[in-house]
Every structure is written in C-alpha cells, then in structure tokens.
C-alpha cells in the first residue's frame, strides 16, 4: 500500500510538482486499523474507514468515530462506524460523508481498500450480524464514489482484499469498479 502511494505522490512531473496529499477508503466490515495505525500520525495520508461499530465488533480497540489521528495527523482520520445489519440506505449516507471529508481534504490520489465481507452472509461478519448489503448495493457503492470524482483529475487505485462468500466476490468487486466507471462519466 505505502509503494502505491509513493508511486501517486510521484506522478506529476518535476516542475509541477505540488505537496502532493493521498486518500485511503477502506471500505470493509472490519475496521482497517492496521492500515489506519500506520498513517495515525501522518498529515499527507488522509484515513477513512467504513465499518461495523467496534463497540460490537473486532477490533473492539480502534475504529470509534473520535479516533481521528494524532500530533501531525490529527484530523487526518476519520472513522465511520455502523451498527450490524446496516443496509444500502445506510451504508449511502456513509460513503458520502466518507467521499465529502476525502474531497475536503484536498487529495491528488485514492486508494480504496475494498473489503467485501460486508456481503450479506458473508462468513466471517455473520456471528454479530453482518452487514446487509448484495448484489446491485455493489453496483451502487462504485456508482456513488464515481460521482463525487466525475470531473476532477485524482487517480484511484482499487485493492481487494476481503470478502470470503467465494460465490459472489468476483460480481461485487465487478460491480463497484464498474459503477465506478458510469458514477464517474465513464462507459
């Protein structure tokens, strides 16, 4: 992930260059606290994630919505719990707060951390609740990240890396990348 970023902040030409400020969505039932503990210090690494309330849910120790990094990077992460059970209308609200404070922050590239496991029955969210999304949520997820970048000259990378109900994995991530693409003005 560090490597993807440091390729981003490298991409303008030398006497262009700005002070060059990078967005990470993680977007997953789990808090991303490994990825938001590296960068809870750091100002040019703007972390947001959208996940089931740790009060209820692993990690139970990070991903509290007044977690919002330290020293340098304070304000620099910002954590969007859900309760179990959370539906496309609630998870829309959440991708929307979570694409207005990335866009406020003035980044020149994305990463989205694209967990799938917040499929609905999805084996490893299901002893607390999971999350209820499926099928053309997928769809809508990419479709509104896409809106909010429709226009504007920010790179995003998507990395998969969860989601274990094996049968529907390849049509979610399909499916976001893709709305991605209509969200965003693409074909």
Not at 145 to 167: A, C, L, R, S, T
Request: charged letters at 20%; a negative charge.
């Amino acid at each position: 992930l560090k490597s993807l970023i440091d390729i981003s902040t490298d991409s303008e030409p030398p006497n262009k260059k700005r002070k060059c400020r990078v967005a990470i969505l993680d977007i997953d039932y789990h808090c991303g606290n490994g990825t938001g503990s590296i960068f809870y210090r750091d100002p040019g690494i703007f972390f947001s994630s959208i996940h089931c309330d740790p009060g209820v849910e692993y990690p139970f120790n990070a991903g509290y919505a007044d977690q919002i990094g330290s020293e340098g990077g304070k304000g620099a992460t910002h954590h969007i719990p859900l309760a179990p059970g959370a539906t496309w209308e609630t998870y829309k609200i959440a991708i929307e707060k979570a694409m207005n404070a990335i866009l406020a922050y003035d980044v020149c590239g994305l990463v989205v951390s694209l967990g799938l496991d917040t499929y609905e029955g999805d084996s490893v969210a299901v002893n607390r609740g999971g999350f209820k999304l499926s099928g053309l949520d997928y769809l809508e997820i990419g479709k509104c990240m896409g809106k909010f970048m429709k226009g504007k000259n920010i790179p995003i990378v998507f990395v998969q890396e969860g989601g274990y109900k094996m049968d529907v994995v390849g049509e979610a991530a399909a499916h976001v990348v893709g709305g991605y693409a209509v969200g965003a003005g693409g074909d």
